[in-house]
């Protein structure tokens, strides 16, 4: 399986934006994926989560009300808008397939190569 990532940039301060990862490959009808990303110095954290086929989802709470993930069944892309983004939301956001939580702490079998999201006036 590999994942395809799209978007990020640099935006203001309670600007929006949106990513995209699109998945190539076979995988099995509820596949869940997820968003997480990595700050300088920081451990790599859960965004949000999202199973392909019953859509069912989990945001972290640090994002929840800011971000929404969504999926296209039919073309198996994940979608993550960020509105109202705050400068501790920079980081390199990362695609993930094959999701799971273990306790608090969440985990990936697939990875994509990661996109910047720069939030700075």
């Known amino acids: 399986v590999q994942l395809a990532e799209s978007g990020g940039g640099l935006v203001q301060p309670g600007g929006s934006l949106r990513l995209s990862c699109a998945v190539v490959g076979r995988t099995a009808e509820n596949y869940p994926m997820g968003w997480f990303r990595q700050s300088q110095g920081m451990e790599r954290e859960i965004v949000a989560a999202i199973k392909l086929d019953s859509g069912r989802t989990y945001h972290a709470d640090s994002v929840k009300g800011r971000f929404t993930i969504s999926r296209d069944r039919a073309n198996k892309t994940v979608s993550l808008q960020m509105n109202s983004l705050k400068p501790e939301d920079t980081a390199v956001y990362y695609c993930?397939?094959?999701?799971?939580?273990?306790?608090?702490?969440?985990?990936?079998?697939?990875w994509g190569q990661g996109t910047q999201v720069t939030v700075s006036s």
């Open positions: 993930a397939g094959d999701v799971y939580p273990r306790g608090d702490i969440w985990y990936a079998v697939s």
